[in-house]
Antibody, heavy 117, light 106 residues
Framework: EVQLVESGGGLVQPGGSLRLSCAAS????????MSWVRQAPGKGLEWVSV???????YYADSVKGRFTISRHNSKNTLYLQMNSLRAEDTAVYYC???????????WGQGTLVTVSS | DIQMTQSPSTLSASVGDRVTITCRAS??????LAWYQQKPGKAPKLLIY???SLESGVPSRFSGSGSGTEFTLTISSLQPDDFATYYC????????FGPGTKVDIK
C-alpha cells in the first residue's frame, strides 16, 4: 500500500528556515516523480516543486531560489528545504507522488507551516 | 505561464442533481487536464486524468470532457459523499491548478 507521511512543519519567523520530510512506503521514491504542493489557509492548491526520477528539479516562480527539493534514496524520503520564509509561505504542504510529469496520484496528509513573528 | 479558471466558484445542489463544472485554460493544453476532489482537512483525490479518463476506483457518475482550452467535469447524479471542492489541474507546461469549485448542499 502506498503511503506518504509528511513531517517537519511548525511555526517559524519571517526570514527563517525549515526542512520538511516526506517518508514514503509501498513504492520507491527515487523511481518516481515526486512533488510538493501547498495550500494556504482557506485557499486553493499551488504546485511548489518537482523532482524527476532522473534527478532534475523544477520550482514555481514563487519559491525559486529559496526552496530546494531533494530525496534520500536509502531512507526512501523526500525533502523540501525552505529558506528565507515569508508570511505568504504559510500553508499546508503536501507531498505527492506523480504519474510521470502529469497527475498527482497519491498524497500525504499534509504538514502545516506557519510563518509569523 | 498557463492560467486556469473555474466556474462557478460555488455551486449549490441537491442529492440526485446533475452537476457540471467548467475549467478554462489561458492557452491550449490539448487534453492534459486532471480533476481532483478535496474534502475539508483532507488531501485532494485524483478523479479524472487526460481530460476524460476515469481514475481507477472512481465512481462512474463522474465524467470529464473537453480539449484545448475548455473542459467540464460532470457528476451525473450527485451523492451525499460528493459535497466537496473540485479542482482542475493542467500538466501541459509544469503544473497549475484552478481556483476550485465548492459544491455545497442547497
Amino acid at each position: 500500500e502506498v503511503q506518504l507521511v509528511e513531517s517537519g512543519g511548525g511555526l517559524v519567523q519571517p526570514g527563517g528556515s525549515l526542512r520538511l520530510s516526506c517518508a514514503a512506503s509501498g513504492f520507491t521514491v527515487s523511481s518516481n516523480y515526486m512533488s510538493w504542493v501547498r495550500q494556504a489557509p482557506g485557499k486553493g492548491l499551488e504546485w511548489v516543486s518537482v523532482i524527476y526520477s532522473g534527478g532534475s528539479t523544477y520550482y514555481a516562480d514563487s519559491v525559486k531560489g529559496r526552496f530546494t527539493i531533494s530525496r534520500h534514496n536509502s531512507k526512501n524520503t523526500l525533502y523540501l528545504q525552505m529558506n528565507s520564509l515569508r508570511a505568504e509561505d504559510t500553508a499546508v504542504y503536501y507531498c505527492a507522488r506523480m504519474e510521470m510529469a502529469t497527475t498527482f496520484d497519491y498524497w500525504g496528509q499534509g504538514t502545516l507551516v506557519t510563518v509569523s513573528s | 505561464d498557463i492560467q486556469m479558471t473555474q466556474s462557478p466558484s460555488t455551486l449549490s445542489a441537491s442529492v440526485g442533481d446533475r452537476v457540471t463544472i467548467t475549467c478554462r485554460a489561458s492557452q491550449s493544453i490539448s487534453s492534459w487536464l486532471a480533476w481532483y476532489q478535496q474534502k475539508p482537512g483532507k488531501a485532494p483525490k485524483l478523479l479524472i486524468y487526460k481530460a476524460s479518463s476515469l481514475e481507477s476506483g472512481v465512481p462512474s457518475r463522474f465524467s470529464g470532457s473537453g480539449s484545448g482550452t475548455e473542459f467540464t467535469l460532470t457528476i451525473s447524479s450527485l451523492q451525499p459523499d460528493d459535497f466537496a471542492t473540485y479542482y482542475c489541474q493542467q500538466y501541459n507546461s509544469y503544473f497549475t491548478f484552478g481556483p476550485g469549485t465548492k459544491v455545497d448542499i442547497k
